[in-house]
């Protein structure tokens, strides 16, 4: 990774930097030792006399070359930032990428995909004890070039999915929020929005909408109060999630060809007690 920020001004900052990676697969993806018993056998390519090719696995690690550009302002009680991204992967790992040793659809790799989005912060001091904060990203995550396989009838068929969007990331993600605090103690209310989603790759290609999540929003509340005193490092805390008990599909997948959606937990709490010994 290599990078350079330029400060035009004490308050102003320009940044750029570009970045290579590469990340392997899952050992779940390689075998799936849990399904044993089902039939799960290790990805790998086969010998002649039948044995395992350690060195050949179906799933070969994803490489990406991730470009970002943006800047910082910073001017009195305003902080903000914006920047824009670039992630080119190679060989992304994703579902239905490729075959096993059977011609069963599995967890292989996408030749090409892209990443492109506008990542956007902000902090506010509002008064003395109380804080503001935002943050929103828009992206377009999209198949370049990608085959997928399936199953249709007794045959399984290659797909292509170029420009198609990537299932299980949302185009559109927001966050707001504020901070009551003080020395001892904080409140904080945020909301969280998610955009549409995809749980395959099939896009709306599927008129259905069987294949989406739609947008959700929901709001969680923090309460922290810190003791002092003889009970100096005593802290409570107080957890409200999905204040609003709001009903939502949070993601989803396709299993053996069935769509499966997870629902949002309903409103629930957590109440904590730490004691941190000085």
């Known amino acids: 990774r290599v990078g350079v920020t330029y400060s035009i001004r004490p308050e102003i900052a320009l940044f750029a930097s570009a970045a290579l990676a590469s990340r392997e697969p899952r050992l779940k993806t390689l075998y799936d030792g849990e399904e ?77 995909t892209m990443h492109i989005g506008l990542e956007l912060e902000a902090d506010l001091r509002i008064g003395r004890h109380l804080d503001g904060f935002g943050s929103a990203t828009i992206s377009r995550n999209r198949f370049v070039e990608f085959a997928e396989f399936g199953s249709v009838g007794n045959e399984v ?74 009970v100096d490092g005593l802290q409570l805390s107080l957890d409200v999630n999905n204040i609003f008990d709001t009903k939502a599909l949070e993601f989803g997948n396709v299993g053996f060809g069935t769509p499966q959606f997870y629902p949002a937990a309903t409103r629930n709490l957590f109440f904590g007690v730490r004691y941190r010994v000085r």
């Open 157 to 230: 068929v290659a797909v292509e999915r170029d420009g198609n969007p990537i299932a299980g990331f949302p185009d559109h993600i927001a966050n707001l929020g504020i901070t009551l605090h003080n020395e001892r103690a904080s409140l904080s209310v945020s909301g969280r929005y998610v955009g549409r989603q995809f749980i395959d790759n099939a896009g709306l290609n599927n008129t259905d909408r069987s294949n989406q999540v739609e947008p959700h929003f929901l709001a969680n509340a923090n309460f922290r109060y810190s003791f002092g005193g003889i």
């Open 36 to 112: 044993a018993g089902s039939g799960s056998l290790p990805q790998f390519a086969l010998n002649p006399d039948g044995s395992l090719n350690l060195n050949k696995p179906f799933v070969k690690p994803e490489r990406v070359l991730d470009v970002e550009v943006g800047n910082t302002i910073t001017k009195g009680r305003i902080r903000t930032s914006a920047t824009l991204f670039m992630m080119a992967f190679k060989d992304e790992i994703v579902p239905s990428g490729g075959l096993d040793q059977f011609g069963i659809p599995r967890t292989g790799n996408a030749e090409r």
